[in-house]
């Protein structure tokens, strides 16, 4: 626990420096006045916003720092908008935990199946990885979000990410056991090399955020390619 504490007090310190390298874009106001946007809509944009604002606000300032009224002024809406979206700072940040791990989801799944139904096993593989890393990098904040914040927001936020950590997990058991179709001659593995993958690779992307920022996350991507062929390739 102790060592969890110091880990994450010496990632905050690091995203406070970091921050300045990559500026967030900021968030545009909604318009003031008469318009034509329906209720739904100006909520649906107001809990965007919130989403967003917390992920940026907690990238540069670290969750624990992360107030309230930090977000609310980033995301240009009033501290009633965002108690009438989220009860809690926790909350809000879930949401945005949520939001950014099902886009990195979703865009892994567009970019596969952009390879046509007669993909090898291996384009699948480095399609997700180079997509993953791809979209983290294009999006700093969640980026920090998923994998560093996330250790510091509390027993939620600490159970989602496993819950999230065995989606990616179970995704790339399924690459194999499609490829182990194909070619009977591959290893079978046992499930708990597939959780060690994941983590092995969760751990590299933060010590890259937290050492060389989002823009190393490229030179992250061959090396994990390599290493999950060669794991996912073992025959027996």
């Known amino acids: 626990m102790y060592v969890l504490i110091r880990e994450t007090q010496t990632y905050t310190a690091a995203l406070t420096e970091l921050s300045s390298s990559f500026p967030l874009p900021p968030l545009e106001r909604l318009p003031s006045g008469r318009h034509r946007l329906t209720r739904e809509a100006v909520v649906e944009s107001q809990r965007g916003r919130l989403v967003y604002a917390i992920a940026q606000v907690v990238a540069e300032k670290g969750y624990a720092a992360a107030t309230v009224a930090d977000v609310v002024d980033r995301a240009s809406v009033s501290r009633s908008t965002f108690y009438d979206q989220f009860p809690d700072k926790e909350t809000c940040f879930l949401a945005a935990f949520n939001e950014g791990a099902e886009f990195v989801l979703n865009r892994m799944h567009s970019a596969a199946n952009s ?5 090898d096993w291996r384009s699948h593989i480095r399609s997700d990885v180079e997509t993953y890393l791809a979209v983290l990098a294009s999006e700093p904040a969640f980026a920090f979000a998923l994998h560093v914040e996330v250790l510091a927001a509390g027993p939620a936020a600490l ?3 496993a819950e999230i950590q065995a989606l990616f997990t179970a995704r790339t058991r399924r690459i194999h056991e ?3 179709e194909l070619d009977p001659s591959l290893r079978e593995l046992p499930p708990e090399l597939f959780a060690i993958h994941t983590g092995g690779m969760d751990e590299l992307i933060r010590e890259c955020l937290r050492t060389r920022g989002p823009n190393g996350l490229a030179d992250l991507c ?3 390619v390599q290493a999950t062929l ?4 073992a025959q027996d």
């Open 159 to 161: 159970a989602r990410r």
């Open 222 to 224: 061959e090396p994990v």
């Open 230 to 233: 060669a794991m996912l390739a």
């Open 178 to 180: 499609q490829a182990r």
């Open 115 to 119: 390879l046509g139904p007669k993909r």
